[in-house]
């Protein structure tokens, strides 16, 4: 397991470590919220970012993903949608 995504989960797994995710659907995010979630206060409560939705179009997520990217350091996981 190379990438830094899998190393952190082998760690999470292997020491029963407790994490929290949370969830942003590139349909629905705002620059707003992201400054919000990724402020301080809240960004320490949380370990992993989940990028994903039931519907997801490319040009949604690139966009979403860039903003991430700028605003934390921490995993980031995609999560597919409607399989169709």
Do not use: Y
């Not at 830094?4 to 659907?25: G, P």
């Amino acid at each position: 397991m190379g990438s830094k995504v899998a190393r952190n989960l082998l760690h999470m797994v292997q020491t029963s470590e407790r994490v929290l995710a949370v969830v942003i659907d590139p349909q629905k995010w705002t620059a707003e919220h992201l400054d919000l979630l990724f402020s301080v206060e809240f960004s320490e409560l949380f370990h992993w970012v989940l990028i994903g939705g039931s519907t997801v179009d490319k040009g949604e997520l690139r966009p979403c993903i860039k903003e991430v990217r700028a605003r934390t350091d921490k995993p980031i996981l995609l999560f597919p949608g409607d399989s169709e």
